[in-house]
Structure formats: structure tokens, C-alpha cells
């Protein structure tokens, strides 16, 4: 599995965009990249994934460059209730994922 | 649906006890996953299914045991409960396609083993 590495917090504003960005140099070819929300006592919640360039639905988007060794997840215009940890995988098949101990986001009001 | 379900909520265990946290799906998924998540740290997978019948072991089996019998459920056992099985137990659930990565969690069950 390749390893992932993201920063292990961000603060932001209401209204703000925040962008997390996970590196994943080790990627191979199959690899897909998925993200996850996590709010307090309750199991991980899917966001996205994709394989290459942008992926974008109603709640993010995922900016992956050509040489996919990192990928940015965006959230638009955040609010109090994006609070939560992000983890960022990559894997080649859904039931070999591995979750790090992923990125707290913290929004201000 | 209900999505996932799990019970208990929550539990105490008692050094040496034993026990089953179950986990029952109506979203007719195919595969199926147990994860614990200790404070403060990621999902850690103990085991996983593909199908009825079939089982395979995650990154920490030990201490761990399940079983498949039908599509929907997915129990895990404890044998011998330890300290360190003190943890936050979660069930997934997926569908079985090849690039859907989208795995449907329960709300959790935590347990404290004293």
C-alpha cells in the first residue's frame, strides 16, 4: 500500500476555502485516491476519489496532478459543521484501505 | 435502510471475558469490513469479507475472530478480552465493484476491557 502523508491539522474561517493536500509519492499505476470525513463518535464518511486531473461533486473537489504523487481535496466556502478529521488513501482495492491518522480541519466562526 | 447497524453501543469487559459485536447490513453489499480506531489515531482493518462463507484477515487479527454466514451480518468475537482490545470497533460495508472505493460505515461500538 502507498504511504500517505498530510499535515496533521488546519484551522480556517467560515466562508473560507480550505484545501488539504496529501502526498502520496509511492503511488502505483492502479491506485486509486479516496477521501474520507470523520466527526466525533461517529465511523468515517466517503467524500471522493478519483484517479487523474479533477473530480468534483457536491460536497469537494479533488485536484490530482499528472504525476498523481499528490492530490489536493477543496472544500468550498466551509462552515462550522466541516469540523472534522480527513484522512486521504490510496490503495488498488476497496477492502485493503488504510486509514493514517489523517488531517483535523478546525472552522472558526 | 437503515444502512449499518451495530450493537451493542457500548460495552465493559472484564480482563479474560468474552464477547460479539455485531453488525448487520440491508444495503445487500457483498463485502464487509471490522475496523478499531484508538484514540486519537486512524482505522486500523481486523478483518474483512467478500461474500457469504468467506473471511479474510485485515492488518490486526489477533485477539479477533469472525464469521460470515449470511449476506447481511458480519460478527466479530472477542476471546479473551485485553486491555489493548480497549478501542472504538467500527463495521463496514461496500459495494463489490473494482473502482468504487466507497465503504458505508456504522455509528461504532466502544469498548473498554478493565
Known amino acids: 500500500l502507498a504511504k500517505t502523508t498530510q499535515p496533521i491539522s488546519m484551522d480556517s474561517y467560515e466562508g473560507q476555502e480550505v484545501n488539504i493536500t496529501c502526498s502520496h509519492n509511492n503511488i502505483a499505476t492502479n491506485d486509486y485516491i479516496t477521501w474520507y470525513q470523520q466527526f466525533p463518535s461517529q465511523g468515517p464518511r466517503f467524500i471522493i476519489q478519483g484517479y487523474k486531473t479533477k473530480v468534483t461533486n457536491e460536497v469537494a473537489s479533488l485536484f490530482i496532478p499528472a504525476d498523481r504523487k499528490s492530490s489536493t481535496l477543496s472544500l468550498p466556502r466551509v462552515s462550522l459543521s466541516d469540523t472534522a478529521v480527513y484522512y486521504c488513501?490510496?490503495?488498488?482495492?476497496?477492502?485493503?484501505?488504510?486509514f493514517g491518522a489523517g488531517t483535523t480541519v478546525t472552522v472558526r466562526a | 435502510n437503515a444502512g449499518v447497524t451495530q450493537t451493542p453501543k457500548f460495552r465493559i469487559l472484564k480482563i479474560g471475558q468474552s464477547m460479539t459485536l455485531q453488525c448487520t447490513q440491508d444495503m445487500n453489499h457483498n463485502y464487509m469490513y471490522w475496523y478499531r480506531q484508538d484514540p486519537g489515531m486512524g482505522l486500523k482493518l481486523i478483518y474483512y469479507s467478500v461474500g457469504a462463507g468467506i473471511t479474510d484477515k485485515g492488518e490486526v487479527p489477533n485477539g479477533y475472530n469472525v464469521s460470515r454466514s449470511t449476506t447481511e451480518d458480519f460478527p466479530l468475537r472477542l476471546e479473551l478480552a485485553a486491555p489493548s482490545q480497549t478501542s472504538v470497533y467500527f463495521c463496514a460495508s461496500s459495494y463489490d465493484s473494482v473502482d468504487n472505493y466507497e465503504q458505508y460505515f456504522g455509528p461504532g461500538t466502544r469498548l473498554t476491557v478493565t
Open positions: 488513501l490510496v490503495g488498488d482495492n476497496d477492502y485493503k484501505l488504510s
